[in-house]
């Protein structure tokens, strides 16, 4: 018992210092000192000797898909397309259907890989202003962003390249087309519930009084707005709703990029790399491992830098600092990634701990004839402890994915089944108060947690809870 209130208190350190603002690659070291002390394991090697070959494991599988998803994006928003994409899809469907416009902008933008944060970036001034025109209420912005990028673009539709999407790759030998029919399911059960929701908002809900802050004043504690900034973003530029490019691209080859990245990929993944002779994987010096459990990490980097290739090439006197682009694209990454693998690395020195069997096993007989429901249950739950998505997947799939895919294949669950639901299973609960995106999408919008938060929860968490308990009992 005292060893599991240790790690549950080393979990609270976690929450409350990262909802105070305190940067995760501090809080996450502290708490898993602090759950290392408490358990009586040795405190340093718990920190040298399992954390950081924890955190190094991660960066050294997924490095080369956040740098490039980071390019990918920066050279999208560098260009003008992101802002031309945005424009098309709310000018084309008319101030009458404004929150279904912005929605679409945000999922098409999200779902051709831009990252949510240069989305929420790109749409918000447009957002703003079509609200004022439509006579909407402002408190709906960010949930109506929300819906559009921190849903179903996020973990539902298959082939979609996010982050999200692509960790349960090695572990279960998959493609980020894994589970198409439950994805595009829980997809339209998050799309649905969430228009539905923000539609009878606008009607008849009632909000606080809108006032904007003076400028600034910051219309959150600082402690938020240092947590948006440690994403990477220019909270002050954003709050100027910045400046459109002089030279937006046609709406055709501002959408190129995103049709690109998807087909490429599964080109890649279906196509050409099962083409390869790939039989040198089984030797010890390229790691041992089947081409299987390599073929979407592979399909999903080359679809990314054919892409990033492409805009280059069709984009060339729009960048008129390639260099600069690339490189501020390349910063972009470190952060998220690092921020994703200091929590991993969290959450292998819990599992080394001897209370963590028993936790696992607590887990894992939650429903012992479906690891389905043990997967999704354990997997929202750390995502909502760390607040990441991605962060509480890594945790789960490390310290158990090689138990939870030995029970599904057991039981017949196609692997494609189990990475569908363990995506949508920790794209609820990771958008509590204390999640990054939440954060900076508050601080972009300016408004608050008060004002705003309510409807983000319903369409952002509540929705894809709903989603994922409809996909459970179909695939039960």
């Given at each position: 018992?005292?060893?599991?209130l240790?790690?549950?208190?080393?979990?609270?350190?976690?929450?409350?210092?990262?909802?105070?603002g305190?940067?995760?690659?501090?809080?996450a070291?502290?708490?898993?000192?602090?759950?290392a002390?408490?358990s009586?394991?040795?405190v340093?090697?718990?920190?040298?000797?399992?954390?950081?070959?924890g955190m190094g494991?991660?960066?050294?599988?997924?490095?080369?898909l956040?740098?490039l998803?980071?390019i990918?994006?920066?050279?999208?928003e560098?260009?003008?397309?992101?802002?031309?994409?945005?424009?098309a899809?709310?000018?084309?469907?008319?101030?009458?259907?404004?929150?279904?416009?912005?929605?679409l902008?945000?999922?098409?933008?999200?779902y051709?890989g831009?990252?949510?944060?240069?989305?929420?970036?790109?749409?918000?001034?447009?957002a703003?202003?079509l609200?004022?025109r439509?006579?909407?209420?402002?408190?709906?912005?960010p949930?109506?962003i929300?819906?559009?990028a921190?849903?179903?673009?996020?973990?539902?539709?298959?082939?979609t390249p996010?982050?999200?999407?692509?960790?349960?790759?090695?572990?279960?030998?998959?493609?980020?087309?894994?589970g198409?029919?439950l994805?595009?399911?829980?997809?339209a059960?998050m799309?649905?519930?969430?228009?539905?929701w923000?539609?009878?908002r606008?009607?008849?809900g009632?909000?606080a009084?809108?006032?904007?802050?003076?400028?600034?004043a910051?219309?959150?504690?600082?402690?938020?707005?240092?947590?948006?900034?440690?994403?990477?973003?220019?909270?002050?530029e954003?709050?100027?709703g910045?400046?459109?490019?002089?030279?937006?691209p046609?709406?055709?080859?501002?959408?190129?990029?995103?049709?690109a990245?998807v087909?490429?990929?599964?080109?890649f993944?279906?196509?050409?790399?099962?083409m390869?002779?790939?039989?040198y994987?089984?030797?010890?010096?390229?790691?041992?491992?089947g081409?299987?459990?390599?073929?979407?990490?592979?399909a999903?980097?080359l679809?990314l830098a054919?892409?990033i290739?492409l805009?280059?090439?069709?984009?060339?006197?729009?960048?008129?600092?390639?260099?600069?682009?690339?490189?501020?694209g390349a910063?972009?990454?470190?952060?998220?990634?690092l921020?994703t693998?200091v929590?991993?690395?969290?959450g292998?020195?819990?599992?080394?701990?001897p209370?963590?069997?028993?936790?696992?096993?607590?887990?894992l007989?939650?429903a012992?004839?479906?690891?389905?429901?043990?997967l999704?249950?354990?997997?929202?739950?750390?995502?909502?402890?760390?607040?990441?998505a991605?962060?509480?997947?890594?945790?789960?799939l490390?310290?158990?994915?090689?138990?939870?895919?030995?029970r599904?294949?057991?039981?017949?669950?196609?692997?494609?089944v189990?990475h569908?639901?363990i995506?949508?299973?920790?794209?609820?609960l990771?958008?509590?108060?204390?999640?990054?995106?939440?954060?900076?999408?508050?601080?972009?919008?300016?408004?608050d947690?008060?004002?705003?938060?309510?409807?983000?929860?319903?369409?952002?968490?509540?929705?894809?809870?709903l989603?994922?308990?409809v996909?459970?009992l179909?695939?039960?």
């Amino acid at each position: 018992m005292t060893a599991l209130l240790a790690v549950l208190l080393a979990l609270a350190l976690l929450i409350v210092l990262a909802y105070r603002g305190l940067s995760v690659l501090i809080a996450a070291p502290l708490a898993a000192a602090l759950a290392a002390g408490l358990s009586g394991a040795p405190v340093m090697a718990s920190l040298t000797q399992v954390m950081m070959p924890g955190m190094g494991g991660f960066v050294v599988q997924f490095l080369l898909l956040f740098l490039l998803g980071a390019i990918f994006g920066k050279l999208m928003e560098d260009t003008g397309a992101t802002r031309s994409l945005a424009e098309a899809m709310v000018t084309r469907m008319g101030p009458a259907n404004t929150i279904p416009a912005v929605v679409l902008a945000c999922a098409v933008l999200t779902y051709g890989g831009v990252s949510l944060f240069v989305v929420a970036f790109a749409v918000a001034p447009l957002a703003t202003e079509l609200f004022a025109r439509s006579k909407l209420p402002r408190p709906l912005i960010p949930a109506t962003i929300a819906l559009g990028a921190f849903t179903f673009t996020m973990t539902a539709l298959p082939g979609t390249p996010s982050i999200q999407n692509a960790i349960p790759m090695p572990f279960f030998g998959t493609t980020v087309f894994a589970g198409p029919g439950l994805g595009l399911v829980a997809g339209a059960v998050m799309l649905g519930f969430g228009l539905a929701w923000l539609m009878w908002r606008a009607r008849h809900g009632r909000f606080a009084e809108d006032t904007v802050a003076p400028e600034g004043a910051g219309m959150l504690p600082r402690r938020f707005r240092e947590m948006a900034q440690g994403e990477g973003f220019d909270i002050a530029e954003a709050r100027q709703g910045g400046e459109a490019p002089a030279d937006l691209p046609p709406l055709w080859l501002a959408a190129l990029p995103i049709v690109a990245v998807v087909a490429l990929n599964g080109l890649f993944a279906g196509v050409l790399l099962p083409m390869l002779d790939t039989a040198y994987l089984a030797e010890e010096r390229w790691g041992g491992v089947g081409f299987d459990r390599l073929r979407g990490v592979w399909a999903i980097i080359l679809a990314l830098a054919v892409t990033i290739l492409l805009i280059i090439l069709t984009n060339r006197r729009r960048l008129p600092d390639l260099t600069e682009s690339l490189s501020a694209g390349a910063g972009a990454s470190a952060l998220p990634l690092l921020n994703t693998a200091v929590l991993v690395g969290f959450g292998t020195v819990i599992a080394a701990l001897p209370v963590f069997a028993v936790v696992s096993e607590a887990v894992l007989g939650i429903a012992p004839g479906n690891p389905l429901v043990a997967l999704a249950v354990s997997s929202s739950i750390l995502s909502g402890l760390t607040g990441s998505a991605s962060g509480g997947m890594s945790i789960a799939l490390t310290t158990m994915g090689e138990t939870f895919l030995a029970r599904g294949v057991a039981a017949g669950i196609d692997p494609g089944v189990l990475h569908r639901v363990i995506v949508v299973a920790t794209g609820g609960l990771d958008t509590l108060p204390h999640n990054g995106a939440v954060i900076t999408l508050l601080t972009v919008c300016r408004l608050d947690h008060r004002r705003a938060y309510g409807d983000i929860f319903m369409v952002a968490c509540f929705g894809p809870i709903l989603a994922l308990l409809v996909i459970l009992l179909l695939a039960s």
